[in-house]
């Protein structure tokens, strides 16, 4: 019988995977794990709301004749500008279709050609149907329609509701780590769980596992523009960072070029995956419009995405226009509702016929190349945690993330984690309440200022699109320093006067996470893929580049300095 979700509600829980995050990587990750022992999946939403759900275009992988590993490994280095770890990049790309194979028993269908084409029967009609996208030599593309993230999110949520060894906790938030490194002094740093608030009661409870997972995903929010959901304020990699674990290239965070510019449309994006079929970025100039990227790469409205969204940028700032405009009109409607059904209707509920009208789109913050490093199993620099997925820096992206890569990252290291997991030495950690005390909320007091939270909260987003941007500079991201210097020093002092709520732990992430965006591209003395500094010159084509890192001392550190 599967143990109920009550015998997990005191104050003091064990179990021995601790998952944050319900998205691919998490899910992925607690299949595997609960071959192995209990456990939970904490989510501080609903467990349907990840940032996977909102993954349209799909999974890279090598299936169609005529592609190899060796050509996906290569548009992924082309396009990672310098910086992608190539052992990383062939690890990942290989493992593709196992992993695969594992979310079609789960129970996945992807798109087959005879669902999308007229004409497609028989054999043919029985082979899946590849999207093309942006920096991809080939067709290579599984999809699920264009909700391939929504259909993934569903079926693993169903397979993880239904195993016995699997409990998910939702409307639960990560406050911080408990690390052995911040109690006391201890050789090696090491995650004993976390400390985790039930965002409806406000109550915080202590969490001790065997192994801590981070599958907190991305970090949109930290930018007025985003098509990312509301949860995506880079929880985990601000909680890996207070609990001193390496952070690697925060400087590149990946700008969607196409998201659906209308003032009702909440951020929606425009899948890379239509300009995979053939249509055409264009920009309004007086009574016409004009084709434009052909100026910028050779391949043209399907170069690597950082070009795509710079390029748009560019055109923007010249032409005083709001928006850039996709083409798709040469297909049929036919063709366009079958291929892209979600976006079809999403278009028309605001007037909008792709098969008839130009698509308004402008760019927006999408994907965070960096996160907490770690290797191809997720392992992190704190012994016993790992960070799968987005919050996860393996080296595979580099500079600049190639589309469809981030599903198949997600999956091939949540799934490594667990392997890497079984054979280290670990036990649920009964250490005494002395040592690992429940939260106290000491002389903090209930605040009557929660305008300091969303005044705040507004003031960052805008700070980091304004000056930390598509194209950014020295002196505007000397001013953001000090800037988000003053705010985090504010948030701090409010984080320990006053009991802590929801909001405040994640604007205290967001700020945390945007510090560390600067931080990273300050120190990048060059342009190199997503990161575009005006003061300095494009790094060779051919170039390696270095990876930048973080690490907050841990408190035995500063004490010894
Ligand atoms: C898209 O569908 O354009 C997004 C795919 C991705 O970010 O990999």
Redesign the pocket.
């Known amino acids: 019988m599967k143990m109920s979700e009550t015998a997990y509600s005191g104050k003091r829980i064990t179990c021995d995977y601790l998952i944050v995050g319900s998205g691919l990587a998490g899910m992925t990750a607690a299949l595997e794990a609960a071959k192995h022992g209990r456990v939970i999946i904490i989510t501080k939403s609903k467990a349907e709301e990840s940032n996977t759900r909102y993954?349209?275009?799909g999974i890279a992988c090598v299936i169609g004749e005529g592609d190899s590993f060796e050509a996906h490994v290569q548009d992924t280095i082309t396009a990672g500008a310098g910086l992608c770890h190539p052992e990383v990049v062939r690890a990942i790309v290989s493992a593709a279709p196992e992993r695969v194979r594992d979310l079609q028993d789960c129970g996945l269908h992807f798109t087959l050609q005879k669902d999308v084409e007229e004409n497609a029967s028989g054999a043919q009609g029985n082979q899946y149907h590849l999207g093309q996208?942006g920096g991809h030599s080939t067709r290579r593309i599984l999809h699920a329609g264009d909700i391939t993230g929504r259909e993934v999110s569903d079926v693993l949520l169903a397979r993880c509701r239904e195993n016995q060894n699997i409990i998910i906790l939702e409307n639960h938030l990560a406050v911080d780590l408990i690390s052995t490194g911040h109690i006391e002094w201890q050789e090696e740093n090491c995650c004993l769980g976390a400390y985790v608030i039930d965002t409806a009661t406000h109550e915080i409870k202590t969490f001790l596992s065997k192994f801590t997972m981070l599958a907190t995903g991305g970090a949109g929010k930290v930018y007025l523009c985003t098509c990312n959901p509301d949860i995506a304020s880079g929880d985990g990699v601000a909680m890996a960072y207070r609990a001193s674990a390496e952070i690697r290239n925060m400087e590149f965070y990946q700008f969607?070029p196409t998201i659906l510019f209308h003032p009702k449309a909440k951020s929606f994006?425009i899948?890379?995956?239509v300009r995979g079929e053939g249509a055409i970025l264009k920009i309004k100039k007086g009574d016409h419009y004009e084709t434009f990227m052909e100026k910028y790469h050779p391949l043209a409205s399907l170069a690597p995405r950082d070009i795509v969204a710079r390029a748009i940028d560019n055109e923007l700032k010249r032409s005083g226009q709001p928006c850039a405009y996709l083409d798709i009109r040469d297909h049929s409607e036919e063709f366009l509702r079958k291929r892209f059904p979600n976006i079809f209707k999403e278009c028309l509920k605001f007037g909008i016929n792709m098969a008839e009208d130009l698509i308004p789109v402008v760019p927006a913050a999408?994907?965070c190349c960096g996160g907490v490093r770690t290797d191809v199993h997720g392992v992190t620099t704190i012994k016993r945690l790992y960070a799968i997925g987005e919050v996860g820096c393996t080296g595979l992206h580099g500079a600049n993330r190639l589309?469809?890569?981030?599903l198949l990252e997600a999956m091939v290291v949540a799934y490594n984690a667990v392997c890497h997991s079984v054979g280290q030495p670990a036990t649920i950690p009964e250490i005494s309440a002395h040592i690992i005390p429940d939260w106290s909320k000491g002389d903090a007091v209930d605040s009557d200022e929660q305008i300091v939270i969303s005044h705040n909260w507004e003031e960052i987003r805008r700070l980091m699109w304004d000056y930390v941007g598509i194209v950014r500079t020295d002196k505007r991201l000397e001013r953001a320093k000090n800037r988000i210097r003053m705010i985090r020093k504010e948030i701090e002092k409010y984080y320990w006067n006053f009991i802590i709520t929801p909001d405040l732990i994640e604007l205290r992430n967001l700020a945390s996470v945007a510090e560390m965006i600067i931080d990273s591209a300050i120190a990048r003395k060059e342009s190199r893929g997503l990161h575009y500094n005006a003061d300095y010159p494009p790094a060779p084509i051919e170039s390696k580049g270095k990876d930048t890192v973080l690490r907050r001392p841990l408190k035995s550190e500063i004490w010894f300095e």
């Open positions: 993954a349209q275009g996208e969607h994006l899948s890379e995956a999408h994907y589309a469809s890569n981030s």
